[in-house]
Structure formats: C-alpha cells, structure tokens
C-alpha cells in the first residue's frame, strides 16, 4: 500500500465525482488500496467513510481516496451501510501512516505484516488486511467468493514481481540516471509501487525515482529511500 500526500482541498466540490481529476493529480492513478493501476474511467472516487450512512462527509476531501471496482465494493461490504467511528485509528491509511513500513509484499504474492510492529498497529494492520480482500491470504479467505478475490490478488502479484525482476535486469546491465527516470515512469503506467521498491530495494536511485513517479509521499523516506516515520507508523 503506497504512502500518499494528499495536501488540503483544492477546492470544495458539489459533486464527490468531480474530485477524481484533483485526486489522481495528487495520488497517481493506482488504486490507494490494492496499487493497481487503472485508466481514469476505472477509478473511483471512494469515500473513507462510506457516503450513505455519513452524508455529512460525502463532499469532502479528507475523506477521498481513490480505488478500483474490485476494492471499493469489497471495502462496501465489509464495512456495511451503517455509521461508523475510529475508522482512521482502526485501520492503516495510505495518506495518514507510512504503510510502506508495515505492508510487505513478496515474490511469490503474498502480502505479509513487517516484523516489529506495536500491537495497535499490527491489529489495525490485520483490519485493513480483511477489508481488502485483494490483500488477503487465500488461506484466510473465510468463504468461496473471498478465496477467488485473494486467489486472483496473489496471482497479478506474482506476475507483476516476475516483469519487474525483468526490468532490474534491464537497469542492471546499463545502470543510468536515464535509465532509472525511464523505468520509473514506465512502472507508474504498470501498479504495484510496493512490488518496485521491492525489487529494487538495493537501489536507492531507482527508489527515489519510483517514489517520483508513482507520487509517493517523499517525505515517508530519508535520502537513502529507507522508510521513516509518519503518523502512528
């Protein structure tokens, strides 16, 4: 799940619809959720809060993120339609954490916690896990339809890491700053930040280029990409 600056409002919007543009100006067009990346016509302008039963938040941009179908009806589900409390301090959010320091991602697909997390966060770590079941293990998934989710989650991750390790192959034959701008800019186009800054965690000049690209929140890094503190993580 890629840290995000998303700065304050813009503007004030009539219609939460119309925010999609300032948003993938500010967070890229990826899914906040899952990473993948999408066509604009394919994000959604998702509601932290869920619109119906907070209609109090339904306009307002800190209460926007941006998703896929498959993460935003899954989130819907999960949270239901009645109102809620604590959601920033019961989940892990991409604009407020750096979950860069507690989602791990692997090559053969799975999303994993990092060692060492406090207890809080690890729980609330574990909730954002279940509420997304694109991140979900298969061998968690608690039904059929859940499984399949995860299923698909694990495998689009296994292929992404297997294109990745191809481009560190590319850069490792011709290790250029033009390279790596390259690479960067094509890795936004494709998803899965996580996944690049994975695979090129040995890399400190891809990884800064990654974090432009993908319009990472630079300052959830130090100069040698190593990722620092922000918020409660």
Not at 75 to 89: A, F, P, W
Not at 94 to 123: C, M, Q, W
Not at 149 to 160: N, T
Not at 206 to 220: G, H, N, S, T
Request: charged share 25%; glycine share 6%; hydrophobic share 35%.
């Amino acid at each position: 799940m890629k840290p995000v600056k998303k700065g304050g409002s813009p503007r004030a919007y009539a219609a939460y619809k119309s925010a999609k543009a300032d948003l993938i100006a500010a967070l890229g067009a990826q899914c906040s959720y899952c990473e993948a990346a999408k066509d604009p016509q394919d994000l959604h302008v998702e509601h932290i809060y869920p619109k119906d039963p907070h209609p109090e938040r339904a306009l307002l941009w800190e209460n926007f993120l941006l998703s896929c179908s498959s993460c935003n009806s899954y989130k819907s589900q999960h949270l239901g339609n009645r109102r809620r409390r604590g959601l920033e301090t019961r989940y892990v959010w991409p604009h407020l954490d750096n979950t860069f320091r507690v989602f791990k991602y692997s090559s053969d697909g799975r999303v994993e916690l990092r060692a060492r997390l406090r207890e809080h966060i690890t729980k609330a770590a574990n909730f954002t896990i279940d509420m997304f079941g694109f991140m979900l293990s298969p061998q968690k998934a608690k039904s059929y339809s859940k499984k399949g989710i995860a299923f698909d989650g694990v495998s689009k991750r296994k292929e992404q890491w297997a294109q990745v390790t191809q481009f560190r192959v590319m850069y490792l034959g011709n290790p250029t700053m033009s390279n790596a701008v390259t690479i960067s800019n094509a890795a936004a186009k494709m998803g899965y930040f996580s996944i690049w800054m994975e695979v090129f965690k040995d890399r400190a000049e891809v990884r800064k280029e990654l974090i432009r690209a993908f319009k990472a929140d630079p300052d959830c890094f130090d100069g040698g990409t190593c990722p620092v503190k922000r918020g409660r993580i």
